[in-house]
């Protein structure tokens, strides 16, 4: 009987070559694919995040310009020196009054604070907040490279796996619309912050000139809850979106990933409401 095929016998020895010869040709080939799809794909996440940072996270990447130094905040406080000095001689004027009133010793003491207060405001204020919104600004930018480069561009890879199921190219461009959309109306929202920051440090001395009495300590709690609106808005947009890119690299396959890329554009889309949210949070009362 005639053996066919590879075997340890000399006449079968060309067909072990053959078939030897084939295994390698076929590693070699589907290895070689493989390398270039990955490095294809690998090319496509690179573009994509590039695409992202320079349009969908242009808000993020870009500094916020320091407030600490001369800076309109600066020259707002040098134009109200004088409202300030007059209030807080007015706020001294209705302490005075109270204590010879009342003939007790608070009003002396909340005038003591009020002084106090209005001389910290005035000296550090701008150099606190620009410390602040430093932080803030390296936080935001920390925390959104970690969520881009989380399980190796998983957001990415995801995206190029949409692009794979039915209709999903259409999916793929739809969300680029809506990044691209809400990424302008943040970028606004963090050019309209930059201004409110200036101009709440440029009050914020004036708003502490009158501690002593109620209006005056009910403007300044409200003014500080303005400034720290504004400071964390960035740093709490950045965790939204950082939210949002875990949840569009989840790991889930079929519609659930389809699914789970649509919550995380929704999410996006939720970081521009969170400025009148913070607002509301940190200052109850804010109309």
């Not at 007015?90 to 005038?111: K, N, T, Y």
């Amino acid at each position: 009987m005639i053996v066919l095929g590879c075997s340890g016998w000399p006449w079968d020895w060309d067909d072990c070559f053959e078939q030897g010869l084939e295994t390698v040709l076929r590693w070699a080939i589907g290895n070689t694919f493989e390398f270039i799809f990955e490095a294809i794909a690998n090319i496509v996440i690179k573009a994509v995040e590039a695409v992202m940072k320079a349009i969908g996270l242009l808000w993020v990447y870009i500094p916020t310009p320091n407030i600490a130094e001369n800076t309109p905040a600066l020259w707002i406080q040098g134009h109200l020196n004088f409202i300030m000095v007059f209030i807080a001689a007015l706020a001294i004027i209705v302490g005075a009054v109270q204590m010879a009133i009342s003939h007790r010793g608070e009003p002396l003491r909340d005038i003591i604070r009020s002084l106090v207060t209005l001389v910290v405001v005035t000296g550090s204020a701008a150099v606190f907040a620009g410390t602040l919104i430093k932080a803030a600004d390296r936080f935001s930018s920390w925390i959104i490279d970690s969520a881009l480069e989380r399980d190796d561009h998983s957001y990415t890879r995801n995206l190029l796996d949409v692009m794979n199921e039915p209709f999903g190219w259409l999916l793929v461009i739809f969300v680029g619309i809506l990044m691209v959309i809400t990424a302008i109306i943040q970028l606004a929202l963090m050019i309209v912050r930059y201004g409110m920051l200036v101009l709440l440090v440029g009050v914020l001395p004036l708003t502490a000139a009158a501690t002593n009495t109620e209006m005056g300590m009910t403007w300044f709690k409200r003014a500080l809850a303005w400034l720290a609106s504004f400071i964390i808005y960035k740093p709490v947009a950045a965790i939204i979106y950082a939210t949002a890119f875990g949840l569009m690299g989840s790991t889930d396959s079929g519609a659930s990933k389809i699914l789970e890329v649509i919550m995380g554009v929704t999410l996006m889309i939720v970081a521009v409401v969170a400025l009148p949210a913070l607002l509301r949070f940190v200052s109850p009362r804010t109309s």
